[in-house]
């Protein structure tokens, strides 16, 4: 294996794990939150249950993502130096901010965990929130720094170097706000999913029903919701990464040629050879009105970008498809589960409806992955859109694949662990909660 | 500006050297601790650093970030010479916070997995700091060969000779010893203290031999150690202040007396063998085998960057600085 391609295969799959922990560790905490609220208030130990039982989630899920946020920090630099040597100083205000918010989220959940019967119960349920907090500012400035690689700012670029260098423009460059939004209402709508789908599966299987039945309300309530919000935020992005990006926004669409009244392309084959999508559904100027609010205004294709700037066309469309075509299905999963709780409710005990939810467990996961995808795969060849290549920030040290391997052990190991530790959790419920 | 973004960076390393390295000792603690009383050491180890210890790693991120952002050039380098010890010191972080979350999570506890998870910890606790060791002797000591020819020579040699190897094994001995002393304060019977006080007392007979070895190693690959240390009067000072702590320390605890005294010592102690090194070497933070170096004070970022990281550092400590104290605080007062 090419070390170019062991390097950015090994990076790829370290943030493909990390942002499933860490997503999780972010909005867990908020849950848990709502639900330690609804016991203090209701002082209905059910919620205390659920509270406390959730809680193990966040810690095992905070201490993977903790460890695995560590080893990105550190694998910017072991396999991309160039990279860091130029970027560090300009998109590094968000990681610095990151740090302290990451920090604050440690402390804050030493209290909540060790905190049961020792601290004031309000100051207890505080630190809770808190964690919910940091976690999400510590995503959302992550994010920010990544949305610098999309469109960077805060900095001049002349003859090779990099002058002027202004880290809080930096900070909020142009793509930060829709960038941070989309991934966070992704967090929520991924995990609210996850979480649903796990208690939808117990009460299917008539465990603990209304320890379930709580839990999944919780979270559903969230997933529904954010799953709902998705598309409008996907569209404020798309026509983002239209201005800023055409070569990506080109590739997710499988676009080839310029052209007035530009089709959106559903699905299909894209060939890069022929410059043509086959077996694809194409909804003639559905792409221009999406892009630029009418249907006839030309959308630039990848016609307009030299092939050696061009992103690789096929798995970026494929990713593009499989994010918003799963998106679009949870959205209306969650249309559907409002419906039931305002109008129908009766479909709450209908076995159909409890195995939609068990379905579509993982369905968020996937599309944020996708996502991921789309905007990583999207960028290249450039690793700092339009100044750096990927291929020139790479490290000279030789055998990154084997080291890719490495990665690759541990992270299918430590999921296969935390998976297995989940499911003893689960499996215990009955036997820690129901008292 | 620039002053302030090394202190930070100094501080956020001691106190990772001080907080994470008594963690680490922690483990080290109960590798070196006999079956029968390991389940009673685990148990006071986990009260004692249970709800801060997540805390405690953080100030190696803080490290890190501070690196990058501030000294780009630095940590690139350091990146692609020590590739491989911080590779290891990156599994090792791993398989112990893993390791220490999920054996207090699994819901069912079970011997053989506890066990697992026992090794997983102990193992890596070792591990762990040994490697930081490393990479601290290899980067301050001229190892490091941008101009080698082989893939050993740059890659391997830079971090795998007797110095670095033995400032990796003395930190192992100094986080033993540091775990050792906290958890003096943490035992409630009499055996336990009494056990706990032994292997203290080990752990400093270690780090005493582990000294010797690095002074030894320095004197075969050339690396002028003594001179650096003893060479001004700054060095000598701070030796003798660490010794005198040492003495004080040791009569403190034969005397059976104060118990937050001890710790404060230790961790003094701990510090003035870190400002020893630190302040000998400073401003350099790499030496390369030529003799040419990186140094904090000229290899830095923009004048922007600086000011907006030391800004940033400020108004976070603010944050977390009382946050911090108020948790040690509270989980001290509890546990009473």
Same mark, same amino acid.
């Given at each position: 294996?090419?070390?170019?391609?062991?390097?950015?295969?090994?990076?790829?799959?370290?943030?493909?794990?990390?942002?499933?922990?860490?997503?999780?560790?972010?909005?867990?905490?908020?849950?848990?939150?709502?639900?330690?609220?609804?016991?203090?208030?209701?002082?209905?130990?059910?919620?205390?249950?659920?509270?406390?039982?959730?809680?193990?989630?966040?810690?095992?899920?905070?201490?993977?993502?903790?460890?695995?946020?560590?080893?990105?920090?550190?694998?910017?630099?072991?396999?991309?130096?160039?990279?860091?040597?130029?970027?560090?100083?300009?998109?590094?205000?968000?990681f610095s901010l990151e740090g302290t918010a990451?920090?604050?989220?440690?402390?804050?959940?030493?209290?909540?965990?060790?905190?049961?019967?020792?601290?004031?119960?309000?100051?207890?349920?505080?630190?809770?929130?808190?964690?919910?907090?940091?976690?999400?500012?510590?995503?959302?400035?992550?994010?920010?720094?990544?949305?610098?690689?999309?469109?960077?700012?805060?900095?001049?670029?002349?003859?090779?170097?990099?002058?002027?260098?202004?880290?809080?423009?930096?900070?909020?460059?142009?793509?930060?706000?829709?960038?941070?939004?989309?991934?966070?209402?992704?967090?929520?709508?991924?995990?609210?999913?996850?979480?649903?789908?796990?208690?939808?599966?117990?009460?299917?299987?008539?465990?603990?029903?209304?320890?379930?039945?709580?839990?999944?309300?919780?979270?559903?309530?969230?997933?529904?919701?954010?799953?709902?919000?998705?598309?409008?935020?996907?569209?404020?992005?798309?026509?983002?990464?239209?201005?800023?990006?055409?070569?990506?926004?080109?590739?997710?669409?499988?676009?080839?040629?310029?052209?007035?009244?530009?089709?959106?392309?559903?699905?299909?084959?894209?060939?890069?050879?022929?410059?043509?999508?086959?077996?694809?559904?194409?909804?003639?100027?559905?792409?221009?009105?999406?892009?630029?609010?009418?249907?006839?205004?030309?959308?630039?294709?990848?016609?307009?970008?030299?092939?050696?700037?061009?992103?690789?066309?096929?798995?970026?469309?494929?990713?593009?498809?499989?994010?918003?075509?799963?998106?679009?299905?949870?959205?209306?999963?969650?249309?559907?589960?409002?419906?039931?709780?305002?109008?129908?409710?009766?479909?709450?005990?209908?076995?159909?409806?409890?195995?939609?939810?068990?379905?579509?467990?993982?369905?968020?996961?996937?599309?944020?992955?996708?996502?991921?995808?789309?905007?990583?795969?999207?960028?290249?060849?450039?690793?700092?859109?339009?100044?750096?290549?990927?291929?020139?920030?790479?490290?000279?040290?030789?055998?990154?694949?084997?080291?890719?391997?490495?990665?690759?052990?541990?992270?299918?190991?430590?999921?296969?662990?935390?998976?297995?530790?989940?499911?003893?959790?689960?499996?215990?419920?009955?036997?820690?909660?129901?008292? | 500006?620039?002053?302030?973004?090394?202190?930070?960076?100094?501080?956020?390393?001691?106190?990772?050297?001080?907080?994470?390295?008594?963690?680490?000792?922690?483990?080290?603690?109960?590798?070196?601790?006999?079956?029968?009383?390991?389940?009673?050491?685990?148990?006071?180890?986990?009260?004692a650093i249970g709800p801060i210890w997540e805390?405690?790693?953080?100030?190696?991120?803080?490290?890190?970030?501070?690196?990058?952002?501030?000294?780009?050039?630095?940590?690139?380098?350091?990146?692609?010479?020590?590739?491989?010890?911080?590779?290891?010191?990156?599994?090792?972080?791993?398989?112990?916070?893993?390791?220490?979350?999920?054996?207090?999570?699994?819901?069912?506890?079970?011997?053989?997995?506890?066990?697992?998870?026992?090794?997983?910890?102990?193992?890596?606790?070792?591990?762990?700091?040994? *490697? &930081?060791?490393? +990479?601290?002797?290899?980067?301050? @000591?001229?190892? !490091?060969?941008? /101009?080698?020819?082989?893939?050993?020579? %740059?890659?391997?040699?830079?971090?795998?000779?007797?110095?670095?190897?033995?400032v990796g094994f003395f930190t192992v001995a100094?986080?033993? *010893? &540091?775990?050792? +002393?906290?958890?003096?304060?943490? @035992?409630?019977? !009499?055996?336990? /203290?009494?056990?706990?006080?032994?292997? %203290?007392?080990?752990?400093?007979?270690?780090?005493?031999?582990?000294?010797?070895?690095?002074?030894?190693?320095?004197?075969?690959?050339?690396?002028?150690?003594?001179?650096?240390?003893?060479?001004?009067?700054?060095?000598?000072?701070?030796?003798?202040?660490?010794?005198?702590?040492?003495?004080?320390?040791?009569?403190?605890?034969?005397?059976?007396?104060?118990?937050?005294?001890?710790?404060?010592?230790?961790?003094?102690?701990?510090?003035?063998?870190?400002?020893?090194?630190?302040?000998?070497?400073?401003?350099?933070?790499?030496?390369?085998?030529?003799?040419?170096?990186?140094?904090?004070?000229?290899?830095?970022?923009?004048?922007?960057?600086?000011?907006?990281?030391?800004?940033?550092?400020?108004?976070?400590?603010?944050?977390?600085?009382?946050?911090?104290?108020?948790?040690?605080?509270?989980?001290?007062?509890?546990?009473?």
């Amino acid at each position: 294996m090419d070390d170019f391609i062991a390097a950015r295969s090994q990076m790829a799959l370290s943030l493909g794990f990390h942002i499933i922990y860490s997503c999780i560790g972010m909005v867990m905490p908020v849950f848990m939150a709502i639900s330690h609220y609804k016991w203090i208030k209701t002082k209905d130990p059910i919620y205390k249950n659920i509270t406390i039982a959730w809680s193990k989630g966040v810690a095992i899920f905070f201490a993977t993502g903790a460890v695995s946020g560590t080893m990105l920090s550190f694998e910017l630099g072991l396999l991309w130096p160039t990279f860091m040597k130029h970027a560090g100083p300009i998109f590094g205000m968000p990681f610095s901010l990151e740090g302290t918010a990451f920090f604050i989220e440690a402390i804050a959940l030493g209290f909540f965990l060790y905190g049961w019967n020792k601290l004031n119960t309000w100051f207890h349920w505080v630190t809770g929130v808190v964690v919910g907090v940091s976690g999400i500012a510590s995503g959302i400035l992550v994010v920010s720094a990544n949305a610098w690689m999309n469109s960077p700012s805060g900095f001049d670029y002349v003859d090779g170097k990099y002058t002027n260098i202004d880290p809080v423009k930096a900070m909020f460059n142009a793509a930060w706000f829709s960038e941070s939004l989309h991934m966070t209402i992704a967090a929520f709508s991924a995990t609210g999913f996850a979480v649903a789908g796990i208690h939808a599966l117990m009460i299917y299987r008539k465990r603990n029903i209304q320890f379930h039945t709580k839990s999944f309300k919780i979270a559903i309530i969230f997933g529904a919701t954010a799953a709902i919000l998705q598309p409008l935020s996907g569209d404020i992005s798309a026509k983002d990464a239209a201005k800023r990006q055409p070569a990506k926004l080109a590739a997710m669409e499988a676009y080839f040629h310029t052209q007035e009244y530009a089709p959106l392309v559903i699905g299909g084959i894209p060939d890069t050879a022929t410059k043509k999508v086959n077996y694809g559904l194409e909804i003639p100027g559905l792409l221009s009105f999406l892009v630029h609010d009418n249907f006839k205004t030309p959308v630039n294709g990848l016609d307009k970008i030299p092939v050696k700037d061009q992103p690789p066309v096929a798995i970026t469309h494929y990713a593009f498809q499989i994010m918003v075509g799963i998106g679009t299905l949870m959205m209306f999963i969650g249309i559907i589960y409002f419906i039931a709780l305002f109008k129908k409710k009766s479909w709450f005990n209908k076995a159909w409806f409890l195995k939609l939810f068990i379905v579509a467990t993982p369905a968020g996961f996937i599309a944020l992955e996708a996502g991921w995808t789309v905007t990583e795969v999207g960028r290249q060849p450039w690793i700092i859109q339009g100044v750096m290549r990927t291929s020139e920030a790479v490290t000279k040290m030789p055998g990154i694949q084997y080291t890719f391997y490495l990665f690759t052990f541990i992270y299918f190991t430590l999921s296969v662990f935390v998976i297995f530790l989940l499911k003893r959790q689960i499996q215990m419920v009955p036997e820690l909660y129901d008292r | 500006m620039l002053y302030v973004v090394i202190l930070f960076l100094f501080a956020a390393i001691t106190l990772y050297f001080l907080l994470g390295g008594a963690d680490f000792g922690a483990g080290i603690i109960e590798l070196f601790t006999s079956t029968d009383n390991k389940h009673r050491t685990r148990k006071t180890m986990y009260q004692a650093i249970g709800p801060i210890w997540e805390a405690n790693h953080m100030w190696l991120i803080i490290t890190v970030v501070v690196l990058f952002v501030g000294f780009p050039v630095i940590y690139s380098e350091m990146c692609t010479y020590l590739h491989i010890p911080l590779l290891i010191l990156l599994l090792g972080i791993i398989a112990r916070g893993t390791a220490f979350t999920f054996r207090n999570y699994d819901a069912i506890k079970d011997e053989n997995t506890q066990n697992f998870y026992n090794h997983m910890f102990v193992y890596s606790s070792f591990v762990t700091p040994l *490697f &930081l060791g490393i +990479i601290a002797g290899s980067a301050l @000591s001229g190892q !490091i060969d941008p /101009t080698a020819k082989t893939f050993a020579g %740059a890659y391997i040699f830079s971090w795998f000779n007797w110095f670095s190897v033995s400032v990796g094994f003395f930190t192992v001995a100094l986080c033993g *010893f &540091l775990a050792a +002393i906290y958890i003096v304060g943490e @035992s409630k019977e !009499i055996a336990d /203290t009494k056990r706990y006080i032994k292997k %203290a007392k080990i752990m400093n007979v270690a780090a005493v031999i582990c000294g010797a070895l690095v002074f030894t190693a320095a004197y075969f690959e050339n690396v002028h150690l003594a001179n650096w240390i003893f060479g001004n009067k700054i060095g000598v000072t701070v030796v003798v202040l660490a010794t005198l702590s040492l003495v004080w320390l040791w009569m403190i605890i034969s005397a059976q007396k104060n118990r937050q005294w001890i710790r404060l010592l230790a961790a003094f102690q701990v510090s003035m063998i870190l400002i020893a090194v630190g302040h000998t070497r400073f401003p350099r933070f790499i030496i390369f085998k030529d003799g040419s170096s990186m140094s904090l004070l000229t290899d830095h970022a923009s004048g922007k960057t600086i000011d907006d990281l030391a800004i940033g550092l400020m108004v976070g400590s603010l944050f977390i600085l009382p946050a911090l104290g108020y948790l040690y605080y509270s989980f001290q007062k509890k546990e009473r």
